[in-house]
């Protein structure tokens, strides 16, 4: 076979991978070509998303906002990440839907509808920043293999369900208790009905802090399908992988929870920094627990062009996984000097921090604004690309929009 033509046939192989379907005329599109379900984020009106953003894979789907998406206060559905491993379920029946509590360190098995959840249990609400593993993994070089998050697998929505405290104690935990793991109903892209996508979980200590809920609202509405109706695990400020989607048991384990994507590579850095591209054993590599300190410019969209002499006023969110952030600045000079920005207090432990300043110019020419915050331990956003990692993990250099002021 000539060099030419097995470029191009493997290239439509995985262009079909993506699709998930063979594109059948394949052969006659034209060189370079992005079929329009990949150019669109979802042709087939399965989500509810705006149509700006970004599809990074269509199987599993993987879809991110623009940072310009993400201006809200509150995420709403429309602008908020979608992150999957595997196949996201159908034809959910919520009233034959039950959470069994199970594991080693379980008193005693239990297992309840969502209407018993709703009634027997006192419901909270608060919002959580939600962030992916990988968000920024596509400036990692050597590069990371996995969905190329820019900046936009980051939210903030409202959650509103159960303590899982309040399950754990009723279902009692025995001394030995180490970890919470999650199983959920998605299924393995293979369709292998015996492999799970993804089971995660957190330590006992996480899942006992009071914003840890079992939840069945987003914004005050079910939670969207592809959010993980009807019922997800919320444990925010950590990897949103923690966060289990379409949740039916949990197990209380008398060790370190090992499901699926919990060892090896898998949301794991090494536990100590190492040079870019060098190979790290998995006793080496450590658990990612509380996401770095991180912020986004929302207001204005990268690339605004501004009047001469007039005043630019930008916004957006910082957040420090379990931390609160403590300082916000900004620098319009390449990060040579820094400015304070005004910074809000979060509405409740882990939620984002709005911030917002007034930027003069001194004179017309391109500017870049770079945004830095700073949290309550002292730690700040690098300015490039921090600490390399083999799954292209943790990224949270400062985020940096364009602007151009003319007369
Ligand atoms: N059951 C299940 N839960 C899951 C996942 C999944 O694939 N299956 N993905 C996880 C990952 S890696 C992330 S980043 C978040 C994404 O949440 P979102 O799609 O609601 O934004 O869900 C987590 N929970
Ligand atoms: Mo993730």
Redesign the pocket.
Known sequence: MKRRAFVKKTALSSLAGLIGAPIVFGKKMPANYRPVTLQEPDPYQLFDLNQEMVVLNNR?WNIEAKAHLLDEDITSAEH???????VIPKDIDVKSWTLTIDGESVQQEKTYSLAELKSKFQQYTYQVT?????NGRSEFDPPAKGNQWTVG?V?CAQWTGVRLRDLLEDVGVKSDAVYIG?H???THLSGDPAKE??S?GVPMEKALQDETLLAFQMNGEDIPL???YPLRLIAGGW?????????NRLSIRDRVHDGAKMTGTSYRIPCKPVAPGEKVEDKDMCIIESMPVKSLITYPKSGAIIESGEKLNIRGHAWAGELEVSRMEYSIDFGASWNQANLDQPVNRLAWQHFSASIEFPENGYYEIWAKATDSNGNSQPMVLPGWNPKGYLNNACHRIAIKVES
């Open positions: 599993p908020m990440f979608i992150r999957n491993n595997g939600l962030e992916c593993g990988g697998a939210s999650y959920a109903i998605d996508p993804i995660r592809a959010h993980g990897p949103a992988s923690a966060s289990g989607k379409w949740v």
